[in-house]
C-alpha cells in the first residue's frame, strides 16, 4: 500500500510559478513510475507528466511541455512539478498517482495509488 500527499497549491497570477510535492510512504517509492494528473470543474481528468523509475525519463502532455517539468527524489520519497508561466487554465485539482511499474503511462486507469489532490488557481 502507497499513500500520497501533495502540498504546494496555491494561488498565483497569470505568469508566476508554482511547485507542487507529493510524498509518498513506503519502502519501495523507487519501484513506481509516477505521474501527475489535473482536473478542472466540470471537465475530465487530464494527464499533464509522468517519469520512470529512475528519473530517467520524463513524458509530458502537449498543453504543459515546455512549462511544467516533472522530477523525483528516491532518497525522499517525493516527486516533484515545477511550474512556469501558469496560465489561468492551468487551475485545477492536481494529482499525484503511482503505477506499480517500471514504466510510465499516461493513462490515468493504470495508475494503483492517487493522492486527495491539491488546489492550484491562477487568476488573470
Known amino acids: 500500500q502507497v499513500q500520497l500527499v501533495e502540498s504546494g497549491g496555491g494561488l498565483v497570477q497569470a505568469g508566476d510559478s508554482l511547485a507542487l510535492s507529493c510524498v509518498a510512504s513506503?519502502?519501495?517509492?523507487?519501484?513506481?513510475?509516477m505521474g501527475w494528473f489535473r482536473q478542472a470543474p466540470g471537465k475530465e481528468r487530464e494527464f499533464l507528466a509522468t517519469?520512470?523509475?529512475?528519473?530517467?525519463?520524463?513524458y509530458y502532455a502537449d498543453s504543459v511541455k515546455g512549462r511544467f517539468t516533472i522530477s523525483r527524489d528516491n532518497a525522499k520519497n517525493t516527486v516533484y512539478l515545477q511550474m512556469n508561466s501558469l496560465k489561468p487554465e492551468d487551475t485545477a485539482v492536481y494529482c499525484c498517482?503511482?503505477?506499480?511499474?517500471?514504466?510510465?503511462?499516461?493513462?490515468?486507469?493504470?495508475?494503483?495509488?492517487w493522492g486527495q489532490g491539491t488546489q492550484v488557481t491562477v487568476s488573470s
Open positions: 513506503g519502502r519501495t517509492f523507487s519501484a513506481y513510475a
Open positions: 517519469i520512470t523509475w529512475s528519473g530517467g525519463r520524463t
Open positions: 498517482a503511482a503505477r506499480r511499474s517500471l514504466y510510465t503511462s499516461r493513462t490515468a486507469s493504470e495508475y494503483d495509488y
